[in-house]
């Protein structure tokens, strides 16, 4: 089936949201017989769509396949701007890299995602395991008009975004480790790494790479104490497609939020979901470790730091431990 005659399919079916559409209002829009209609239908039976078919009424969709690509994703996505445009792969060697690659000529919320990363990497170059088909690795690129200073606060976006979206979409809450962590019972599912292209006092392109550890069962055994997925947590597997619909929405909102009113709701609503904040914690930064109490983050999303002495550290980039 031709790109575009399922595009114009899936859109068709997201607007009705869940409703029958006739088989001549399909035909019209593609431009085709009804009987050509029907073997398009076949062929998303193909990809794993459950098509319901009842006569004078039409089609409707009653399931999606639980993939990440541009088709499941385009139904029921609720944004305006982010995610308007998917580059989707099979398999990549990261996101990230992809994103990279594309942000300079790329339109401002432009989504990259995979079903399976072979090199996904985390911060301090940390490879990031991304098995197929199990979790979201995604990589969406944001052209704000800002000073590159501002960069860190979209991890702290990007954290209340991916939260809230879990929660909505799962039912179960993560809470987040400064900087970019959203844990499940102690273990983390969730990483976030923000990196810039950018002139000394503009930003080019901000791609933020998300990785959300969703069905997996299992993790290898280095990991097994440190990372979970929501499966393990939750007992059942989720949509990886409505998680991702969701932080779109999510990041969509909170961006618009930032741009317009500032910082403040977004750091309200960080600290609320923080779990290091009014702790003691252990911060291991390049230049040291520093034990003390978490007091809060700054407008830049800095942690501050409060040791023994009472001295108050600004914390700009470092490993957590509470
Ligand atoms: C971290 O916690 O260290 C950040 C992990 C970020 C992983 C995501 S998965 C999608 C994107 N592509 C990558 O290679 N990394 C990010």
């Known amino acids: 089936m031709q790109s575009s005659v399922?595009?114009?399919?899936?859109?068709?079916?997201?607007?009705?949201?869940?409703?029958?559409?006739?088989?001549?209002?399909?035909?019209?829009?593609?431009?085709?017989?009804?009987?050509?209609?029907w073997k398009h239908i076949e062929s998303l039976r193909q990809e794993g769509f459950e098509l319901e078919v009842v006569r004078k009424k039409g089609y409707r969709i009653t399931s999606k396949p639980d993939k990440v690509s541009e088709n499941e994703l385009l139904i029921g996505l609720e944004t305006n701007r982010l995610g308007?445009?998917?580059?989707?792969?099979?398999?990549?060697?990261?996101?990230?890299?992809?994103a990279h690659q594309i942000a300079e000529e790329a339109e401002e919320?432009?989504?990259?995602?995979?079903?399976?990363?072979?090199?996904?990497?985390?911060?301090?170059?940390?490879?990031?395991?991304?098995?197929?088909y199990t979790g979201i690795?995604?990589?969406?690129?944001?052209?704000?008009?800002?000073?590159?200073?501002k960069a860190p606060q979209f991890?702290?976006?990007?954290?209340?975004?991916?939260?809230?979206a879990i929660r909505d979409t799962t039912g179960v809450m993560p809470s987040i480790k400064?900087?970019?962590?959203?844990?499940?019972?102690?273990?983390?599912?969730?990483?976030?790494?923000?990196?810039?292209?950018?002139?000394?006092?503009?930003?080019?392109?901000?791609?933020?790479?998300i990785g959300v550890n969703v069905n997996q069962r299992e993790f290898p055994e280095e990991l097994a104490d440190i990372a979970t997925s929501i499966a393990i947590e939750k007992g059942e597997t989720v949509s990886r497609a409505k998680i991702v619909q969701a932080i779109m929405k999510n990041l969509e909102t909170y961006y618009d939020e930032y741009m317009t009113?500032?910082?403040?709701?977004?750091?309200?609503?960080?600290?609320?979901?923080?779990?290091?904040?009014?702790r003691h914690i252990i911060a291991r930064t390049v230049t040291g470790t520093i034990r003390g109490k978490a007091l809060g983050i700054t407008d830049?999303?800095?942690?501050?730091?409060?040791?023994?002495?009472?001295?108050?550290?600004d914390i700009y980039s470092a490993d957590i431990e509470i």
Not at 91 to 97: L, R
Not at 155 to 164: K, M, R, Y
């Open 178 to 209: 400064w900087p970019n962590d959203l844990l499940l019972n102690g273990k983390k599912i969730t990483g976030i790494l923000t990196e810039l292209q950018a002139d000394s006092d503009h930003i080019r392109s901000i791609i933020i790479g």
């Open 84 to 98: 308007k445009r998917i580059v989707f792969k099979e398999s990549v060697e990261s996101t990230q890299k992809e």
């Open 261 to 278: 009113n500032g910082f403040s709701l977004i750091k309200e609503k960080w600290e609320s979901y923080a779990i290091s904040i009014g």
């Open 155 to 164: 991890t702290l976006i990007t954290a209340v975004a991916v939260t809230e």
């Open 109 to 132: 919320g432009t989504l990259v995602i995979a079903e399976e990363q072979t090199e996904g990497r985390g911060r301090m170059a940390r490879p990031w395991q991304s098995p197929k």
């Open 300 to 313: 830049d999303g800095v942690l501050k730091l409060e040791d023994e002495n009472g001295i108050i550290h």
């Open 6 to 37: 399922k595009h114009t399919l899936l859109e068709a079916f997201s607007k009705a949201d869940g409703e029958f559409v006739s088989g001549q209002a399909l035909a019209d829009m593609i431009g085709c017989s009804r009987t050509a209609v």
């Open 137 to 149: 690795w995604m990589s969406i690129i944001l052209k704000p008009e800002l000073p590159p200073f």
